[in-house]
């Protein structure tokens, strides 16, 4: 029952994602912008609810100003607007009073805004940044599809035939063979098709830039993981019927698209 219901909650998030990267353009970076927004809330909850205040101008207002700068990136005002968020989220802090920890919830703040605005921004930026529509609609396919794939196999191996586990320390369920399997079937995906899609690249690096990809994809889930554990809580939220939160379900993705970009700029390749 409850994989049906994972499966089914994770479909329809899927079919929403499909449907934005047709409609393309605002519809896209406007779904992008709603997971990083409501991941940035159960983030914050996530803290409020250990008693940790965090600056929701300075949380929000940066990863809106990572989002603009990615999706728009010839507009050279994006750079300052990032600048004048941090300058004036250290002035908001000092309103608050030493007691409720103002530089702590300034700096998890940042944090958020890192890993939640920042790193997702750069699937916008593969979008924008590629060849043509066509191009950059299989671009995030695929690399969408790294943590998709991951995630599917990491669950099913692991739950059916994983004996090892990885770090019970973060995640008792997450089994080595989980993992192989997460990191072996990503790998094949894009090392066998993004050559197709990036005619430039050679075949050796599209299979380093999908092992790579994958691993992030591990990282990504096991840095939430570690969260939730440190505060004491099961899932981030419970927005998604047998995933929990949103942040549970798009946790292995937020690395990916920083590392795939990142490496395709490196082989020149984009």
């Given at each position: 029952?409850?994989?049906?219901?994972?499966?089914?909650?994770?479909?329809?998030l899927?079919?929403?994602?499909?449907?934005?990267?047709?409609?393309?353009?605002?519809?896209?970076d406007?779904?992008v912008?709603?997971?990083?927004?409501?991941?940035?809330?159960?983030?914050?909850?996530?803290?409020?609810?250990?008693?940790?205040?965090?600056?929701?101008?300075v949380?929000y207002?940066?990863?809106?100003?990572?989002l603009?700068r990615?999706?728009?990136?010839?507009?050279p005002?994006?750079?300052?607007?990032?600048?004048?968020?941090?300058?004036?989220?250290?002035?908001?802090?000092?309103?608050?009073?030493?007691?409720?920890?103002?530089?702590?919830?300034?700096?998890?703040?940042l944090?958020?805004?890192?890993w939640?605005?920042y790193c997702?921004?750069?699937?916008?930026?593969?979008?924008?940044?590629?060849?043509?529509?066509?191009?950059?609609?299989?671009l995030?396919?695929l690399?969408?599809?790294?943590a998709?794939?991951?995630?599917?196999?990491?669950?099913?191996?692991?739950?059916?035939?994983?004996?090892?586990?990885?770090?019970?320390?973060?995640?008792?369920?997450?089994?080595?063979?989980?993992?192989?399997?997460?990191l072996?079937?990503?790998?094949l995906l894009?090392?066998?098709l993004?050559?197709l899609?990036?005619?430039?690249?050679?075949?050796?690096?599209?299979?380093?830039?999908?092992?790579?990809?994958?691993?992030?994809?591990?990282?990504?889930?096991?840095?939430?993981?570690?969260?939730?554990r440190?505060?004491?809580?099961?899932?981030?939220?419970?927005?998604?019927?047998?995933?929990?939160g949103?942040?549970?379900?798009?946790d292995?993705?937020?690395?990916?698209g920083?590392v795939?970009y990142?490496?395709?700029?490196?082989?020149?390749?984009?």
């Amino acid at each position: 029952m409850r994989l049906a219901v994972r499966t089914a909650s994770g479909l329809a998030l899927l079919a929403i994602f499909l449907l934005a990267l047709w409609l393309g353009g605002a519809w896209l970076d406007g779904l992008v912008a709603l997971l990083v927004a409501v991941g940035l809330w159960e983030f914050r909850q996530l803290w409020r609810q250990a008693g940790v205040w965090i600056d929701p101008w300075v949380l929000y207002g940066l990863s809106a100003a990572w989002l603009f700068r990615y999706a728009y990136p010839e507009v050279p005002q994006a750079s300052v607007m990032l600048l004048g968020g941090v300058l004036l989220g250290l002035l908001l802090a000092l309103r608050q009073s030493a007691r409720n920890r103002p530089f702590q919830g300034f700096a998890l703040a940042l944090a958020g805004a890192a890993w939640l605005g920042y790193c997702p921004g750069f699937l916008l930026l593969l979008y924008h940044r590629a060849g043509g529509r066509s191009q950059a609609v299989e671009l995030l396919l695929l690399t969408v599809g790294v943590a998709v794939v991951g995630d599917t196999l990491a669950y099913l191996v692991g739950s059916r035939l994983g004996r090892h586990p990885m770090v019970p320390s973060i995640s008792p369920r997450k089994t080595w063979e989980g993992a192989v399997a997460a990191l072996l079937a990503p790998t094949l995906l894009l090392g066998l098709l993004l050559p197709l899609v990036l005619p430039r690249l050679g075949s050796g690096d599209a299979f380093a830039i999908g092992f790579a990809a994958a691993l992030a994809a591990v990282v990504g889930d096991l840095v939430e993981s570690q969260l939730k554990r440190g505060l004491g809580v099961k899932d981030a939220g419970r927005l998604l019927p047998g995933h929990g939160g949103v942040l549970d379900r798009v946790d292995s993705l937020i690395f990916v698209g920083p590392v795939v970009y990142s490496l395709l700029g490196v082989v020149h390749a984009l």
